[in-house]
């Protein structure tokens, strides 16, 4: 059985950091394709950042400079850091993964980001 799940989320004043990360269970991790997705309320999920099994990166506009995407094959887990928070930056962060063919097979059951004073 497939499973993505997330940790890391909060809240985080503007300005600050916060690192998720997901972990996958029951998949072939080193060849997925990895990725962080949002979704704030009353928005579409967006992109936020991929990384493929090669090590390939792609941000959104948005993220490019402040999010870093990173995997870890040998523990099957993904990571999404973030600096510079910004209050727009408020969603449910969802984790995907998989092959080249359907990069969005899976999908976790998302962790929310809180970003306000």
């Known amino acids: 059985q497939v499973q993505l799940v997330e940790s890391g989320g909060g809240l985080v004043q503007p300005g600050g950091s916060q690192r998720l990360s997901c972990a996958a269970r029951g998949v072939s991790f080193s060849v997925f394709i990895m990725g962080w997705y949002r979704q704030a309320p009353g928005k579409q999920r967006e992109l936020v950042a991929t990384?493929?099994?090669?090590?390939?990166?792609n941000y959104a506009l948005f993220a490019e400079g402040r999010f870093t995407i990173s995997r870890e094959n040998a523990k099957n887990m993904v990571h999404l850091q973030m600096n510079n928070l910004k209050p727009e930056d408020t969603a449910v962060y969802y984790c995907?993964?998989?092959?080249?063919?359907?990069?969005?097979?899976?999908w976790g059951q998302g962790t929310q980001v809180t970003v306000s004073s």
């Open positions: 990384i493929t099994d090669t090590g390939y990166t």
């Open positions: 995907s993964g998989g092959g080249a063919t359907m990069p969005n097979a899976y």
